[in-house]
């Protein structure tokens, strides 16, 4: 059976659920199916790693409800004869729900659910009467379910599917911008939306407290300006005073990353973070928050190095312990990691799934 997957998204900026769009939608039609991205904002930085065989339609809607946007993805759907409509995000969702309540739609929808709920723990109102026109619910972190049987989804709805990448297109990352700037110090890296789910409130605590000298570098967008500005004021400080430098988004983040000395995810709201997978898939070693599926993943397999979430002392600690490392040794531990996403994150491994779900709901 051939199918035709949409994939609806309300940006292809820098970030991880974005990336999980174009992975998925890249090895379907690699697979020999049909697959589409529907972009229901603005944001197409990541559009040109998507296939060429991708359509993708931008509706840069202004308004969540905006009739004329609807009724272009109504037709859209239609006239190209999608089986499913894979929804990245309760956003997108929000959208795609308003068609399928007006029956200008018939395509069974997948919600897949990029969100962490540690500090997203609501229900939004709106979703418990949505909630009802999902076929099923993809989490990608086993701690989405909670939420999802409190916002009424049948649990025989639901499925977890963890995040996963193309692990050979991965190695051919290319740094295309400036390199890291020669700092005082091993050189960590934060690679992020500046956002309070994202913790580098926390991570700045923890470079003061650092006894190795270190310097930061923050690679990401202002995804929350108001948090982003205090961040900015917090670093400087006199005790962060010059060891902090805010590099703004990259798109070549990753060979960024493996430039540095090391990498730092302080998160304390996740559902993956795909990032973590892709630091051990390129032999970068890290430090990061035991969130997400991802984070539980490599952490149960010994792969990484983890504390818990707003415990700066800790983090501190775990950093100036692989610092400590010579430069060889943390590369050696970081090789072994690098095995270890391989087996559990490779895009091989969960695509089987998502086709067992597609099928099923084509049917």
């Keep these: ?149 409190r916002a009424g989804v049948p649990a025989a709805r639901t499925r977890v599917i963890g995040n996963a990448i193309d692990m050979a297109a991965l190695a051919g990352r290319r740094l295309t911008g400036p390199p890291l700037p020669a700092a005082p110090g091993a050189r ?46 917090r670093a400087q400080r006199p005790e962060l005073a010059g060891r902090v430098v805010f590099l703004g988004p990259r798109d070549d983040a990753l060979a960024l990353a493996a430039t540095a000395d090391l990498a730092v995810h302080p998160a304390r709201s996740e559902s993956g973070p795909l990032v973590l997978a892709e630091y051990a898939a390129l032999a970068i070693p890290f430090v990061a928050t035991r969130v997400g599926g991802v984070a539980t993943g490599l952490a149960e397999a010994g792969a990484g190095r983890f504390v818990a979430p707003d415990d700066p002392a800790a983090l501190a600690a775990a950093i100036d312990a692989l610092l400590a490392l010579a430069p060889a040794d943390r590369r050696r531990l970081a090789t072994a990691w690098g095995a270890v996403a391989r087996r559990l994150f490779d895009l091989s491994v969960v695509m089987p799934r998502w086709y067992e779900l597609y099928a099923e709901l084509a049917r």
């Design 188 to 233: 960590l890296i934060f690679v992020g939306g500046l956002r309070p789910d994202k913790a580098v409130d926390v991570l700045l605590d923890a470079i003061a407290r650092l006894t190795a000298p270190a310097t930061l570098f923050v690679v990401g967008g202002d995804a929350d300006p108001g948090y982003a500005a205090a961040c900015r004021a």
């Design 1 to 149: 059976m051939t199918l035709h997957v949409a994939h609806v998204i309300d940006t292809l900026s820098l970030g991880g659920a974005e990336r999980m769009v174009v992975e998925l939608a890249n090895r379907t039609v690699g697979d020999g199916h049909r697959a589409s991205v529907c972009v229901t904002r603005a944001g197409l930085a990541l559009a040109p790693r998507l296939d060429p065989r991708i359509e993708v339609l931008v509706l840069d809607r202004r308004s969540r409800f905006a009739l004329r946007p609807l009724a272009r993805l109504a037709r859209w759907l239609r006239d190209r004869e999608v089986t499913i409509v894979h929804c990245h995000g309760r956003s997108s969702f929000s959208l795609v729900s308003v068609l399928r309540a007006v029956r200008a739609m018939s395509q069974p929808i997948v919600l897949h659910d990029h969100r962490g709920v540690q500090l997203h723990p609501a229900v939004p109102a709106w979703f418990r009467i949505a909630g009802r026109g999902l076929a099923a619910y993809a989490a990608v972190d086993r701690a989405q379910l909670a939420w999802a049987a």
